[in-house]
């Protein structure tokens, strides 16, 4: 969940980048202002805008470090998984 309770955006770097290894999809809790310069994702990665694409659904691997920040406290919801 987002900082302010708002929405998840899903990016991943593109192609060139970064090398194949690090392409995951990271979860970025989604501006409700102006976008920013650079984006945050929940691992604490910085995504620049130009640097990332939205992806419209979960593919490839996801980042584990944004998926454990994501998940609600308490629950076993990472347990359910896959
Ligand atoms: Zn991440």
Redesign the pocket.
């Known amino acids: 969940m987002g900082e302010n309770g708002g929405m998840l955006a899903l990016v991943r770097l593109r192609r060139g980048v970064v090398g194949e290894s690090r392409r995951?999809c990271?979860?970025i809790p989604v501006p409700s202002g102006p976008v920013p310069e650079h984006l945050t994702?929940?691992?604490g990665?910085s995504i620049f805008p130009g640097e990332a694409e939205v992806l419209d659904g979960l593919r490839g691997m996801p980042?584990h470090?944004?998926l454990v920040r994501s998940a609600p406290p308490g629950r076993g919801f990472l347990a359910n998984a896959g």
Request: net charge negative; charged share 10%.
């Open positions: 995951v990271h979860l994702a929940l691992c990665e980042c470090a944004c």
